[in-house]
């Protein structure tokens, strides 16, 4: 934002005009003010957002719109500006904002350490604004704290790709020492692979991109070969990032006894009749993952501070925003693309 546009009081913002198919133009950008924050809140001006699949699945109309005319984008890094006063975050903070914007914290859910199943949470850039503009604004509740030593444009992606990868991991149960399977290699999975390494897994990409495979394999990766090929050696585990239903049944089948399947999305295409025998007897679980927990994310951005993660990205400029998630739906995006005003 230039100057001129901060004393004004506008900002540049990207919002979903109507979901549909990228070719359609479902984004369009647009002038306006500022946003003012609610009690609670902070206002951060926007230094990066990652651009992820699910602001994908929002603009294209997957997911069912839950705000007209959102402002997507939820994996936001910036600069407190002004807003709650807090001991948490004050002016000139760098600032995370995540996909979890607001949980009723009175559920069963939330009371138990599951509030990520609260029946009343609300999401960035799609129940609210999100960080495909040059201001957002966040609960200073749900704001995170970022480790140092991070680029904004390597910290964005940790924002979502990294914590929902770390959840994924979680709800995988990979054993000490086990063998990960990974299906699709965007920006979670990278991240998620990196955890995985080092924590002493043996990992296993299965992915279309060639590029994708290529950059497993530099990351430590112990194979890396197409979606639908079998892994060299059975699985303890395995994580689905892709959002395509037809990769369950040769993930169930790459497991081994007793091992859990966990799928990463929060779309997928249609499943295919699973065979009991085949894919789900002896023991295979398969699992859902739905969204993350605050406490995951501190977790992994405390992991983060002291594991370095090697974060590959492709910078856009905001007024590319539709470029970029254009970029992602036709699988020309290797690890995370990235929006910098």
Sequence with gaps: MNRAGERAGTMRAWRVREPGPMSTGPLVE??????????????????????CRTDLHVAEGDLPVHRSGVVPGHEVVGEVLAGSRSDRFVPGDRVGIAWIRGTCGTCRYCTSGAENLCPGSTYTGWDADGGYAEFATVDAA???????????????????AGIIGYRALRRADVPAGGRLGIYGFGASAHLAAQAALARGATVHVMTRSATARDLALGLGAASAQGTTEAPPEPLDSAILFAPVGTLVPPALEALDRGGTLAIAGIHLSDVPTLDYQRHLFLERDLRSVTANTRADAA???????THRFRVHTTSYPLSEADTALADLAHGRVTGAAVLVP
Excluded: I, K, Q
């Excluded at 704001?143 to 924002?159: I, M, T």
């Excluded at 977790?299 to 501070?305: H, I, N, R, W």
């Design 30 to 51: 647009c002038s306006e003010p500022v946003p003012r924050p609610a009690a609670g809140e902070l206002l951060v001006r926007v230094r990066a957002c990652g651009v």
């Design 299 to 305: 977790e992994f951005l405390d992991l983060a501070a």
């Design 142 to 160: 749900y704001a995170h704290r970022l480790p140092g030593g991070y680029s904004d444009v390597e910290l964005a992606p940790l924002l979502c």
